[in-house]
């Protein structure tokens, strides 16, 4: 297609749907946005959501002993937020052993202590804005090694387009563990519009405007985008990068938060059926 074709492009016409993987025909089996009649059904939702985050991010091999942090504000009382608990193994956490914390770091509800450095970025991200509902974080192997080279993600696939202008390099603390509260500070500055960050030295960091089941599944996109991209960069030869159009039209269409919610939900119903487990 010409570049003259390809800028005269109409939009498409989603009729009303929010997405196009939406169908069109009725009447089939599809995953649909939950209704809730209550905040404590609500509630009672996003708790078994995060242990299911948590559980994803161990089939991942997301675990590095007690480090990586999990949160999602609470529907009712937004000053408070539900993580996973501190030196708990993310194969192990379940919707009884999740803790709520708020912005200071205090435990408000559950036994275990709050992890601190989860504390210190998510609490100070969650207070800035008022819009994240969910954030993530662990220290995973390819996306700590790609946060060395303190660059953004190049948009070499499709997969990687969902990450294009939506995600920032943070060089601030680089490489200095996040115990110190200015440390947070300067990370929720830069999560002004995007959904993903890249730490430098330290490694990957998701958020969500719309789920935590969206800010985990990006965070298993984003480091999976970043495994891919030093493979390329590994073969010595340079890659032939998605145009900026292109780019943008495929991260309008598979990276959004409604399409890393519907994501997810395969791996929910995965979860639901092997590890019921993490219900209790």
Not at 30 to 42: D, M, N
Not at 55 to 63: C, H, I, N, P, S
Not at 71 to 81: A, F, I, L
Not at 107 to 117: K, S, W
Request: with cysteine; glycine share 6%.
């Amino acid at each position: 297609m010409s570049a003259v074709l390809e800028k005269a492009r109409p939009a498409i016409d989603l009729n009303g749907r929010i997405s196009i993987y939406q169908p069109e025909q009725e009447g089939l089996i599809y995953p649909e946005l939950p209704v809730f009649a209550s905040h404590a059904e609500h509630r009672q939702h996003l708790k078994e959501r995060l242990v299911a985050a948590c559980r994803a991010f161990a089939l991942q091999g997301f675990d590095y002993g007690f480090a990586g942090h999990l949160t999602v504000r609470d529907p009712e009382h937004p000053g408070v937020y539900w993580t996973n608990p501190m030196a708990v193994h993310f194969s192990q956490v379940k919707v009884s052993n999740l803790i709520l914390a708020d912005h200071d770091g205090r435990v408000v509800e559950g036994r275990h202590a709050v992890n601190r450095a989860g504390f210190v970025l998510h609490a100070a991200v969650h207070e800035a804005h008022p819009d994240i509902v969910a954030m993530c974080h662990a220290h995973t192997v390819h996306g700590t090694a790609f946060a060395a080279l303190g660059k953004p993600l190049e948009p070499i696939s499709q997969d990687a387009a969902a990450f294009f202008e939506d995600h920032v390099v943070i060089g601030d603390e680089a490489g200095q563990v996040a115990v110190e509260v200015k440390a947070g500070h300067k990370v929720a500055n830069a999560f002004r519009g995007v959904k993903a960050a890249i730490h430098q030295n330290h490694g990957l960091l998701t958020a969500s405007r719309h789920s935590i089941e969206a800010a985990a599944f990006w965070f298993i996109a984003l480091e999976r985008c970043c495994q891919q991209q030093m493979m390329v960069e590994a073969t010595g030869i340079k890659p032939r990068l998605v145009t900026e159009e292109r780019a943008r039209y495929s991260r309008e269409h598979v990276g959004s938060e409604y399409i890393g919610w519907l994501h997810f939900q395969a791996i929910w119903d995965q979860l639901a059926a092997t590890q019921p487990d993490m219900l209790d």
